[in-house]
C-alpha cells in the first residue's frame, strides 16, 4: 500500500465486464507517451519474453517494491535519482508502453491478457507519477524509499549478520543518491506534502537511530560494526536535515499538490481505466455516501458505542484477529491459505500518519512474517482528542477486518498462490484497498460482531470515512476544496472526529486516489450479486472469494469474466486453516 505508484492501476478496454460504454479504456489508449519509433512485427519478441524482461526492468528500477515483494536479489539496492537517472527512466517506460500496445492481443492465453494488462497498467502509472506529477521534483514522498530499511530487520529470510550486511550496502548506496533529493526538489513545494514529508523524515531518522541501531549494531565483527554505525548515523542525520529542510519550505510553501481537472482526469484513466465524466464519478459516491448516512444516523439513536482502552488496545486487537479468522473457518467465508497470524505491535514512527496497517512479507518470500500495525495517539494531544483517535470497540473490530481477517493479511497470502510471476507482482489500488473495506461490510453482514449493534455502527463509520476520502478527492483536486473545508465535510457529513478529519483531509493531498477504498467495494459488491444471479442455488460466498482472490491483485473488471467462469466449475482444492 506504502507505493502509490504501484498501487494505481488500470484496466483493459477488452476487459471490462460490465462497465458502461466509454467508462473502461486501455491504459496503453488513454496516457499514449511520446512517439517512439513504430515497431516492426518481425522484430517482437514472444510475448512471454517481453513480459519477463519488462518485469525485471520495472523490479530493477524500484528495488524497495522488489524487496518488499520478497525478491532479496535486490537486497542493498537503490533506485538511482539523479536528473540522468530520471531521463532515461522515462524513455525506457515509453519504449516499454510501446512494445506492450504492439502485442496481439488474439495470441495471449487468459493468463497472458491479465499480465499483458497488468504490465501495460504498471508502466503507464509509473509514467503518470513520473511525467504528468513530474514527482522526483515537486513530491517529496519520491525519497522516502531510501531510508525504507524495515524489511532487514522484520522479515527473517536469513541469518541476522546476512541482513546487516545487505542493510549496510543500501546504506551506503542510499547516501550517495540522497543528495539529489535538494538537487532535484524545485521550491516552492506543495505545502501538505512538505509538512508530511518532514514528519516522515524525522520519523526515519529515529528509527535509525532506534531500533535500526540496536538490532543491528553488534552484528559482524568491530570493524564491520564502526563501519555500520557511522554509516547509519550518516543516513540518520540526512534524514533529519532533510526533515528540517522540508519544515522550513512547508513555512513557504504553495498549494500546487491540487492536480486540476485534466491531470485528476489523467489519474482515473492510468488508476482505474476509468474516461466517465468528473461529475459522474463524484455523484457515484455521492449516492452510496447518503445511503450509508442514513443507515449510520437511524441506528445511531440506538448502538450505544464502547471507547477503546489505550491499556489494552494490543491485547484486545489481538483476540479480535483471532476471533475473526475463526469466524472465517466455522462459516465458510473464504479460505486461509495459511497457518501462520499476524503479530499486533505499535507504528513504526516514520509511518505515524496512518492509524493501522498491515507489514507482511510479499509473495516470494522464503520465510513468512506478518505485523498488524496500530498507533497510539500523540501524547501531546488533549485527552479528548486522544480517545477520539482511538475510536470505538467497534472501529477497532472493522479496523482488524480490514488489516488482517479477511481483508489484507488473507489477500496477501493469497497472493503467493497467483499463477503467474506477473499477478503475484502486481497491485491495484481498488482491488486491494477494495477488498479490505468490501470485507468490513461483509463480515459484519455475515454475523460477526452481531451480539452488539455497536459493531454495525462502527462498520457504517468507516464506511463514511472512505466515503468522505472519495469526496475529499474530487474536491480538494477538481472543485477548489480547501483542506479546512475536507475537513469540516468529514466531521459534518462522514461523523469522523476532528483528529482523524484532519489527518484524513491531509492525506488527500498526497493521495489523491484514495477514493480506491469505496470504487473497489463498490466493484466487488456489484461483480458478487452478478454471480449470485447467475449461479442461483449453485452461488458459495467461499467459491466467490476464493475465485476473485486466486489472481493476485487485479482490477475488478479484468477478472470478471474469469471469475464467473471458474466458479462455474468445481469447487477449489485448499480446505481452510484450522
Known amino acids: 500500500m506504502r507505493h502509490l505508484a504501484l498501487a494505481a492501476v488500470a484496466c483493459m478496454l477488452e476487459a471490462c465486464g460490465g462497465a458502461p460504454p466509454g467508462q473502461c479504456v486501455s491504459p496503453a489508449a488513454s496516457l499514449t507517451p511520446p512517439p517512439v519509433s513504430p515497431l516492426r512485427a518481425a522484430a517482437l519478441p514472444t510475448f512471454g519474453v517481453l513480459r519477463d524482461r519488462i518485469l525485471d526492468e520495472l523490479l530493477a528500477d524500484d528495488p524497495s517494491t522488489a524487496r518488499e515483494l520478497g525478491l532479496h536479489q535486490y537486497d542493498g539496492k537503490v533506485a538511482s535519482l539523479s536528473p540522468e537517472a530520471i531521463a532515461a527512466r522515462r524513455v525506457w517506460l515509453d519504449r516499454a508502453a510501446s512494445e506492450l500496445a504492439?502485442?496481439?492481443?488474439?495470441?495471449?492465453?487468459?493468463?497472458?491478457?491479465?499480465?499483458?494488462?497488468?504490465l501495460e497498467s504498471w508502466v503507464q502509472t509509473s509514467r503518470f507519477w513520473l511525467v504528468d506529477m513530474d514527482a522526483p521534483h515537486h513530491r517529496p514522498q519520491a525519497y522516502e524509499d531510501l531510508f525504507s530499511v524495515s524489511v532487514y530487520l522484520d522479515r527473517d529470510y536469513a541469518p541476522l549478520r546476512l541482513r546487516a550486511a545487505a542493510l549496510l550496502a543500501q546504506e551506503g548506496a542510499a547516501l550517495r543518491e540522497v543528495v539529489h533529493a535538494r538537487e532535484n526538489l524545485t521550491p516552492p513545494l506543495p505545502k501538505p506534502l512538505a509538512e508530511v514529508a518532514s514528519r516522515?523524515?524525522?520519523?526515519?531518522?529515529?528509527?535509525?537511530r532506534g531500533d535500526v541501531a540496536r538490532i543491528m549494531g553488534d552484528q559482524g565483527d568491530a570493524e564491520e560494526q564502526k563501519r555500520f554505525?557511522?554509516?547509519?548515523?550518516?543516513?540518520?542525520?540526512?534524514?533529519?536535515?532533510?526533515?528540517?529542510?522540508?519544515?522550513?519550505?512547508?513555512?513557504?510553501?504553495?498549494?500546487?499538490?491540487?492536480?486540476?481537472?485534466?491531470r485528476y482526469a489523467a489519474l482515473l484513466r492510468s488508476q482505474e481505466g476509468l474516461t466517465m465524466p468528473l461529475e459522474a464519478f463524484a455523484g457515484m459516491n455521492e449516492e452510496n455516501l447518503a445511503r450509508n448516512r442514513r443507515a449510520y444516523e437511524g441506528l445511531a439513536e440506538h448502538a450505544r458505542p464502547k471507547p477503546v482502552d489505550e491499556k489494552t488496545l494490543f491485547s484486545t486487537a489481538a483476540t479480535m484477529m483471532h476471533s475473526a479468522r475463526r469466524f472465517i473457518v466455522d462459516h465458510r467465508i473464504v479460505t486461509i491459505p495459511t497457518t501462520d497470524e499476524p503479530v499486533v505491535r505499535e507504528m513504526p514512527p516514520y509511518e505515524r500518519w496512518n492509524a493501522a496497517s498491515i507489514e507482511m512479507s510479499g509473495p516470494f518470500e522464503t520465510?513468512?512474517?506478518a505485523y498488524y500495525q496500530l498507533t497510539i495517539p500523540d501524547k501531546s494531544w488533549p485527552e479528548a482528542e486522544r480517545q477520539a483517535y482511538l475510536?470505538?470497540?467497534?472501529?477497532?473490530?472493522?479496523?482488524?477486518?480490514?488489516?488482517?481477517?479477511?481483508?489484507?493479511?488473507?489477500?496477501?497470502?493469497?497472493?503467493?498462490?497467483?499463477?503467474?510471476?506477473?499477478?503475484?507482482?502486481?497491485?491495484?489500488?481498488?482491488?486491494?484497498?477494495?477488498?479490505?473495506?468490501?470485507?468490513?461490510?461483509?463480515?459484519?453482514?455475515?454475523?460477526?460482531?452481531?451480539?452488539d449493534p455497536a459493531n454495525r455502527l462502527a462498520m457504517l463509520e468507516g464506511a463514511l470515512l472512505r466515503n468522505c476520502r472519495f469526496a475529499a478527492s474530487v474536491g480538494m483536486h477538481t472543485q477548489g476544496m480547501t483542506i479546512e473545508q475536507a475537513e469540516r465535510r468529514f466531521m459534518t457529513d462522514c461523523h469522523q472526529s476532528k483528529a482523524t478529519a484532519h489527518e484524513q483531509a491531509v492525506r488527500g493531498t498526497f493521495d489523491p486516489g484514495y477514493f480506491a477504498y469505496t470504487l473497489g467495494k463498490l466493484q466487488i459488491l456489484a461483480l458478487r450479486e452478478e454471480a449470485r444471479a447467475k449461479l442461483g442455488a449453485r452461488f458459495s460466498l467461499q467459491r466467490f472469494h476464493d475465485a476473485l482472490l486466486s489472481h493476485g491483485s487485479p482490477p475488478v473488471a479484468l477478472i470478471h469474466d474469469t471469475v464467473l467462469r471458474e466458479m462455474d466449475v468445481t469447487e477449489t482444492s485448499l480446505s481452510p486453516s484450522p
Not at 502485442?103 to 497488468?118: K, N, P, Q, Y
Not at 557511522?230 to 504553495?254: F, P, R
Not at 481477517?405 to 482491488?431: C, D, L, M, N
Open 229 to 262: 554505525a557511522s554509516t547509519n548515523e550518516s543516513l540518520a542525520k540526512a534524514a533529519s536535515d532533510l526533515a528540517a529542510w522540508l519544515e522550513k519550505q512547508a513555512a513557504q510553501g504553495d498549494q500546487s499538490h491540487v492536480l486540476g481537472r485534466e
Open 391 to 451: 475510536g470505538s470497540v467497534g472501529s477497532l473490530l472493522g479496523t482488524t477486518i480490514h488489516e488482517v481477517y479477511s481483508g489484507h493479511f488473507v489477500q496477501g497470502r493469497w497472493a503467493e498462490r497467483a499463477p503467474t510471476r506477473v499477478q503475484k507482482a502486481f497491485q491495484s489500488y481498488s482491488f486491494v484497498e477494495g477488498w479490505a473495506h468490501y470485507g468490513e461490510q461483509m463480515m459484519i453482514d455475515e454475523g460477526l460482531g452481531s451480539e
Open 200 to 208: 516522515n523524515f524525522a520519523g526515519f531518522a529515529t528509527y535509525l
Open 367 to 369: 520465510a513468512r512474517s
Open 102 to 118: 504492439a502485442v496481439v492481443d488474439s495470441s495471449l492465453t487468459s493468463d497472458e491478457r491479465i499480465d499483458r494488462a497488468e
